[in-house]
T-cell receptor, first 111, second 112 residues
């Protein structure tokens, strides 16, 4: 059974600091996704990672994928308050277009 | 370009009733997926539709059903509602089955 684990589940940090969210999954997968969710809102797609060694960056966020280690990271550089949200990773279950989700990392960035 | 539209946004039902939720995907998108989000269980896959056919179903009881129309619009139905069905139901569309998912704002269902 495919399981997706994120850590930490909660992160409170100061503006200007760097931090990394980790996403581990238990079986092989072709695609890994990162999404952001603001309170009471829907899910916003951040990154789609398709191959081993893939790295994508958008602003202060950078995501990477190591399929051999079954690990993806979401790195936040010089955090700003606007990045406060819950971040989810999701993995495509055996390429059958069914996403299995991590529990989410609630990120609070204090000014 | 219009995003994924879900209706209704909020609804309150009582146990035993049924509910139908609607999803209009982004124009041109042919794949529609449904997810349930609850504080306890997180995000869970319900179904995926492509070309009017259910291609995949998650681990939910038969009370949960859905369909997709020829214009790619989709509906999901929950019959004999239970308290535990209270959740945010999210619809997502993608151009292709393996594509990036774009989510709607969700339908928040409360069962009393």
């Amino acid at each position: 059974e495919l399981k997706v684990e994120q850590n930490p589940l909660f992160l409170s940090m100061q503006e200007g600091k760097n931090y990394t969210i980790y996403c581990n999954y238990s079986t092989t997968s072709d695609r890994l996704y990162w999404y952001r969710q603001d309170p009471g809102k829907s899910l916003e797609s951040l990154f789609v990672l398709l191959s081993n060694g893939a790295v994508k960056q958008e602003g202060r966020l950078m995501a990477s994928l190591d399929t051999k280690a079954r690990l993806s990271t979401l790195h936040i550089t010089a955090a700003v308050h606007d990045l406060s949200a819950t971040y989810f990773c999701a993995v495509d279950k055996e390429s059958n277009y069914q996403l299995i989700w991590g529990a989410g990392t609630k990120l609070i960035i204090k000014p | 370009k219009a995003g994924v539209t879900q209706t209704p946004r909020y609804l309150i039902k009582t146990r035993g009733q049924q509910v139908t939720l609607s999803c209009s995907p982004i124009s041109g998108h042919r794949s529609v997926s449904w997810y349930q989000q609850t504080p306890g269980q997180g995000l869970q896959f319900l179904f995926e539709y492509f070309s009017e056919t259910q291609r995949n179903k998650g681990n939910f009881p038969g009370r949960f059903s859905g369909r997709q129309f020829s214009n790619s619009r989709s509906e999901m139905n929950v019959s004999t509602l239970e308290l535990g069905d209270s959740a945010l139901y999210l619809c997502a569309s993608s151009l292709l089955r393996a594509g990036e998912l774009f989510f709607g704002e969700g339908s928040r269902l409360t069962v009393l």
